[in-house]
């Protein structure tokens, strides 16, 4: 039985359908609803939109879309199940990866149809596009930067509200990018197609608990300007609050990681999950999160909280060694990188990768920089220096004789052009990055040696761009409970749900391609009840 939390003597706001979370899936909700003729706002808990997707490239994954049809790409709906059911380890649920492939076409028509928004292919190979049922090319997406910038510079005039989208919190960049490129472009022509309809929206209202009524979800209690605000969703209510990065108890609760650090909006707490379970909603792939290696740059924040930023694996001249001085991993395939530092070894109780450490030398910080910062700036205390490698190894604290042995090894393999140890540069992710960035280097565009003095290191730190567990969801992106039954009026979307059409695996542009499909298929049905 659910417990009930009931309803205020006097709703603050009253629509159809509530989203709480201006994720990318949380405005598309919104904006489905209300083009299907509900009443619909959104409500979000920080001062800024877009959580975490604000942040990155704002690509999706979607398999057999219409633009890869266009292009002469092939592709089914049963290669792509084919696909997930491979990379799942058997953690996913069949009806909800159909449901992903299927709608996910049908949802990119709808913002084709009905927004300005245009997604084209965007010719990244994914993850494991050679692993059966793979492909490629194609199945990523991209919006156009041409038509979403030229489209929100003008939209920016007719709502200042705009200026609030999340920006980088850190110049991953260099600062190239326009402001309107990518996941940040995203969101904001999202909330100006919710702003063009007349959508309420609410920024600093953080959503703390489910109202629920006759054992059904009618509606939110939030808190603004300091107080209760009670919003009622006649048709049901839609969680789009994003993971729990920024949760250091639910982190330490579900993940096997230490020291976790998001690389997402730091508002990314676990709202909806806390208030998902304390209706009695079941929660799977907990344990799931998109883990990345991370450095920390000095004086990097975002809202008054330190930042860890990305950094570039996988081109000539750099590698990655664990406490022992040696290499672990295929540094190209950056996908895998942070499950490394969660290798545990049960015969001494240890985690033997641990602590981990990026190295490079000159010729790759002349060309690259470190950590997405200019070739020129100066060391800081976070970035080491020498000028040899045995006073590297002395200075970071690892086994120097093994230190030099991995990377005069590494630098003959390199020279040929292999790396028989881990496979660098054979995938069709270690091709892709490298072959982009440095084309005209031979024989392996992803192998150079570490050779040209001063010698550099960096900590690397366990990251993650989004936990990818949560509330247990049907095709509908109905919330399901612990016995298995809807709890109605409830919705989830983003990375608040579970990742059941991928099990325990992910493909670059599955968390906004999920988020987007779940919250159009959360609108649809709220339409229908």
């Known amino acids: 039985m659910i417990d009930e939390h009931h309803a205020p003597e006097r709703w603050d706001l009253e629509v159809d359908l509530v989203c709480a979370g201006s994720s990318s899936g949380g405005l598309l909700a919104a904006i489905v609803g209300h083009d299907h003729g509900l009443t619909t706002a959104v409500i979000e808990k920080a001062d800024t939109f877009g959580g975490g997707t604000a942040y990155s490239a704002g690509a999706i994954w979607i398999p057999n879309n219409d633009q890869m049809k266009l292009q002469g790409l092939e592709d089914s709906k049963e290669e792509a199940l084919e696909f997930l059911r491979r990379i799942s380890c058997d953690r996913h649920d069949e009806a909800m990866a159909e449901a992903y492939v299927d709608k996910g076409p049908e949802m990119v028509r709808f913002l084709h149809d009905k927004t300005p928004l245009r997604m084209e292919v965007d010719h990244f190979p994914g993850y494991y596009g050679d692993l059966p049922g793979g492909k490629p090319d194609g199945r990523r997406l991209s919006p156009d930067a041409d038509t979403m910038i030229a489209f929100l510079e003008e939209a920016q005039q007719r709502h200042p509200l705009l200026e609030h989208v999340r920006t980088d919190p850190v110049p991953y960049y260099l600062g190239l990018r326009n402001p309107w490129a990518e996941g940040r472009g ?24 489910l109202i629920v009524e006759d054992g059904r979800v009618t509606g939110i209690r939030a808190e603004r300007e300091g107080r209760d605000f009670f919003v009622r969703g006649r048709r049901g ?40 379970m304390e209706i009695g909603a079941a929660t799977a792939l907990m344990d799931h999160s998109i883990f990345q290696t991370t450095i920390r740059v000095t004086g990097d924040e975002c809202d008054g909280k330190p930042f860890y930023r990305l950094i570039s694996f996988g081109y000539p001249g750099n590698i990655l060694v664990n406490g022992r001085g040696q290499r672990c991993c295929d540094e190209s395939h950056y996908p895998a990188l942070g499950w490394i530092s969660m290798a545990h070894d049960r015969t001494d109780a240890l985690a033997p990768n641990l602590p981990l450490w990026w ?57 040929k052009g292999v790396d028989p140890d881990f496979g660098r540069g054979e995938r069709l992710l270690d091709r892709y990055w490298a072959e982009l960035e440095c084309p005209e280097h031979e024989p392996n565009p992803a192998l150079g040696p570490v050779e040209k003095p001063p010698f550099y290191a960096v900590r690397l730190h366990q990251g993650t761009m989004g936990n990818l567990g949560g509330l247990v ?28 059409s991928h099990g325990f695996g992910y493909e670059s542009g599955t968390a906004i391609g999920r988020s987007l499909i779940f919250g159009y298929q959360a609108a649809l049905h709220a339409t229908s009840v």
């Open 359 to 415: 190295i490079c030398d000159q010729g790759f910080r002349d060309q690259w920089g470190v950590g997405s910062l200019s070739p020129k700036k100066e060391t800081d205390d976070w970035l080491f220096r020498a000028d040899s490698l045995d006073e590297l190894a002395d200075l970071i604290g690892i086994p120097a004789e093994a230190f030099v042995e991995t990377v005069t090894r590494f630098n003959e393999n390199a020279r």
């Open 473 to 500: 969801t049907d095709p509908d992106a109905r919330v399901i409970d612990v016995r298995g039954r809807v709890i109605e009026g409830l919705y989830a979307t983003s990375n608040a749900a579970a990742l059941l």
């Open 186 to 209: 995203l969101i904001g022509l999202l909330l100006a197609c919710c702003l063009d309809r007349g959508i309420e929206v609410h920024r600093s209202t953080p959503v703390k608990q």
């Open 237 to 276: 209510v839609v969680i789009a609050t994003g993971g729990f990065e920024w949760n250091a108890e639910m982190n330490k609760r579900y993940l096997n990681s230490p020291d976790m650090h998001g690389c997402t909006a730091p508002s990314n707490e676990g709202d909806g999950h806390i208030m998902g």
